[in-house]
């Protein structure tokens, strides 16, 4: 298949960068097939698509929000009706297997349905005032040209994530994608285009996060920023924007864990283990990379783990077959690579995996063998830091306490769960994981749009994604009183008679 030419998009028109410097994405599987071409983009560009966000912004937010949420309804549609392709052009662009790239073009559009709903609702509140014949509501406002940051990861379903309830609220968005997927992003925007937004309301600028990332954050007319990616960049991105006064909401890194009790059903444990792992080999933010185990079955778990990881294909994500895909990049597999030798120096074992695999089919792509780490402690820094890969470490612990305990011995605080039988230790569990999402007898991965999505501590900046948050992160309050009185009424003055 010829390359796919990826254009900016800005004011409703597809256009090439200023300059006309390019670069490519590759498929991760075989790394010979060029996907796609695009624009590595400049402030020339930035500057442009800022000015089309900012000329669209004043009568966008006048469209009456269930009017702008039928623009919502159209993506909906349009994204089911192009599922099958934009499915086929992600796994081959970044590798994920078939099954879950249309998973993310799933989510893509259950976010476009739920956020086309909110424009009936956006609701705001009304309270009584503590004065006569006054009435005292709020409101939820736009807050202007949002800039929205996304990783390669989940190529559809972040921006979706992002941009409609960005949409919803009345901003309008320029769209900076990761580089290693314009082709999945081109599409997404294709589609937009095709439910006829207006033009300046959703832009496309293509190029790298230290260039046009960068200058969006810099840019003066940027109002708001939304980042998905890891906790190093975003302590930056976090940086820039408290300088230049812009709304932040940072989605960050994970070091999710998975307990497992002695009282667990091992086999829907082992199961939520493998997909928590492996799945998306590894490379999601909310991915299982600790399995805290009780030292009563620990060594049942461990075996059955190992039978079963010894099961799962590599391949190409377009045969149906394949269980885990490429890694993205060689970068990213020499980091992983990287955190092998690290993990052996500081004394954990690598019961299997730890390397590129054999098989001379596989030779040409990024894989990586599924990989499990033994006899791994707090100190060390794979429990520690984000690996981003097919490798997850077992720890031991001897009571429920300690699982809790070791569980919150990180930076970071996105995803959890908890394999028991045990009402109680589930309860307690729900209430002292720090974690912003926590599984009871479920893998650490697969969170609804419809829900909150984030997490504490190093993880992000205390807001949320998905469900009714992410309209906090849009829309700021404004909050309104109506003096029916017909004269002067004064707050603060401590006289009861006014
Ligand atoms: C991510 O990896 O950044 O909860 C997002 C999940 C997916 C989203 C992951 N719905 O695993």
């Given at each position: 298949?010829?390359?796919?030419?990826c254009?900016?998009y800005?004011?409703?028109?597809?256009?090439?960068?200023?300059?006309?410097?390019?670069?490519?994405?590759?498929?991760?599987a075989?790394?010979?097939?060029?996907?796609?071409?695009?624009?590595?983009?400049?402030?020339?560009?930035?500057?442009?698509?800022?000015?089309?966000?900012?000329?669209?912004?004043?009568?966008?937010?006048?469209?009456?929000?269930?009017?702008?949420?039928?623009?919502?309804?159209?993506?909906?549609?349009?994204?089911?009706?192009?599922?099958?392709?934009?499915?086929?052009?992600?796994?081959?662009?970044?590798?994920?297997?078939?099954?879950?790239?249309?998973?993310?073009?799933?989510e893509?559009?259950?976010?476009?349905?739920?956020?086309?709903?909110?424009?009936?609702?956006l609701?705001?509140?009304?309270?009584?005032?503590?004065?006569?014949?006054?009435?005292?509501?709020?409101m939820?406002?736009?807050?202007?040209?949002?800039?929205?940051?996304?990783?390669?990861?989940?190529p559809?379903?972040?921006?979706?994530?992002?941009?409609?309830?960005?949409?919803?609220?009345?901003?309008?968005?320029?769209?900076?994608p990761?580089?290693?997927?314009?082709?999945?992003?081109?599409?997404?925007?294709?589609?937009?285009?095709?439910?006829?937004?207006?033009?300046?309301?959703?832009?496309?600028?293509?190029?790298?996060?230290?260039?046009?990332?960068?200058?969006?954050?810099?840019?003066?007319?940027?109002?708001?920023?939304?980042?998905?990616?890891?906790?190093?960049?975003?302590?930056q991105?976090?940086?820039?924007?408290?300088?230049?006064?812009?709304?932040?909401?940072?989605?960050?890194?994970?070091?999710?864990?998975?307990?497992?009790?002695?009282?667990?059903?091992?086999?829907?444990?082992?199961?939520?283990?493998?997909?928590?792992?492996?799945?998306?080999?590894?490379?999601?933010?909310?991915?299982?990379?600790?399995?805290i185990?009780?030292?009563?079955?620990?060594?049942e778990?461990?075996?059955k783990?190992?039978?079963k990881?010894?099961?799962?294909?590599?391949?190409?994500?377009l045969?149906?077959?394949?269980?885990?895909?490429?890694?993205?990049s060689?970068?990213?597999?020499?980091?992983?690579?990287?955190?092998?030798?690290?993990?052996?120096?500081?004394?954990?074992?690598?019961?299997?995996?730890?390397?590129?695999?054999?098989?001379?089919?596989?030779?040409?792509?990024?894989?990586?063998?599924?990989?499990?780490?033994?006899?791994?402690?707090?100190q060390?820094?794979?429990?520690?830091?984000?690996?981003?890969?097919?490798?997850?470490c077992?720890?031991?612990?001897?009571?429920?306490?300690e699982?809790?305990?070791?569980?919150?011995?990180?930076?970071?605080?996105?995803?959890?769960?908890?394999?028991?039988?045990?009402?109680?230790?589930?309860?307690?569990?729900?209430?002292?994981?720090?974690?912003?999402?926590?599984?009871?007898?479920?893998?650490?991965?697969?969170?609804?749009?419809?829900?909150?999505?984030?997490?504490?501590?190093?993880?992000?900046?205390?807001?949320r994604?998905a469900?009714?948050?992410?309209?906090?992160?849009?829309?700021?309050?404004?909050?309104?009183?109506v003096?029916?009185?017909?004269?002067?009424?004064?707050?603060?003055?401590?006289?009861?008679?006014?």
């Amino acid at each position: 298949m010829p390359p796919l030419t990826c254009l900016n998009y800005i004011n409703g028109q597809w256009l090439p960068a200023k300059v006309r410097e390019l670069s490519e994405s590759r498929n991760p599987a075989n790394w010979s097939e060029v996907v796609a071409t695009f624009p590595l983009s400049t402030s020339a560009d930035v500057n442009v698509a800022v000015e089309a966000a900012k000329n669209a912004y004043p009568s966008w937010r006048l469209v009456p929000a269930p009017e702008r949420a039928e623009y919502l309804q159209r993506v909906a549609q349009i994204l089911s009706q192009r599922k099958e392709e934009i499915a086929t052009l992600m796994t081959r662009e970044m590798g994920k297997p078939i099954a879950e790239a249309r998973g993310d073009v799933q989510e893509g559009i259950d976010c476009a349905f739920y956020y086309a709903g909110e424009g009936r609702r956006l609701f705001g509140q009304t309270t009584p005032s503590e004065l006569h014949n006054k009435f005292a509501m709020t409101m939820r406002m736009p807050i202007g040209v949002c800039a929205l940051i996304t990783p390669w990861n989940f190529p559809v379903a972040i921006p979706c994530w992002k941009s409609l309830p960005a949409l919803v609220c009345g901003n309008t968005m320029i769209l900076k994608p990761a580089k290693d997927t314009p082709a999945c992003a081109t599409a997404l925007i294709e589609v937009f285009h095709q439910a006829g937004f207006p033009p300046g309301v959703v832009n496309l600028v293509h190029g790298i996060g230290p260039e046009v990332g960068h200058d969006l954050l810099e840019h003066p007319e940027v109002d708001l920023v939304s980042f998905t990616g890891s906790s190093l960049v975003g302590a930056q991105v976090g940086e820039i924007c408290g300088r230049t006064h812009k709304r932040v909401c940072l989605e960050l890194g994970g070091k999710n864990a998975q307990i497992v009790m002695e009282d667990a059903n091992l086999e829907l444990a082992l199961e939520g283990a493998l997909w928590g792992a492996f799945g998306t080999t590894g490379q999601r933010c909310t991915a299982t990379s600790r399995l805290i185990l009780h030292r009563d079955i620990k060594a049942e778990f461990t075996e059955k783990l190992l039978e079963k990881t010894a099961k799962l294909r590599l391949g190409s994500g377009l045969d149906p077959n394949t269980d885990i895909g490429p890694l993205i990049s060689s970068t990213q597999r020499e980091k992983v690579n990287k955190y092998m030798e690290i993990a052996q120096e500081e004394g954990a074992k690598i019961l299997c995996g730890g390397n590129k695999p054999q098989d001379p089919a596989l030779k040409q792509g990024f894989f990586f063998e599924p990989t499990i780490l033994d006899g791994v402690t707090s100190q060390m820094r794979v429990a520690q830091e984000e690996i981003f890969g097919p490798v997850v470490c077992l720890m031991e612990v001897n009571s429920f306490s300690e699982a809790i305990a070791l569980l919150n011995d990180t930076p970071y605080g996105l995803s959890s769960s908890i394999y028991t039988q045990d009402i109680n230790r589930a309860f307690q569990a729900m209430r002292d994981l720090e974690a912003g999402i926590t599984y009871i007898n479920g893998p650490t991965i697969g969170a609804e749009v419809h829900l909150p999505f984030g997490g504490v501590k190093q993880t992000g900046n205390g807001h949320r994604e998905a469900g009714t948050s992410a309209l906090d992160v849009f829309s700021e309050w404004k909050t309104v009183y109506v003096d029916f009185s017909g004269r002067l009424q004064r707050a603060q003055i401590d006289n009861r008679n006014r």
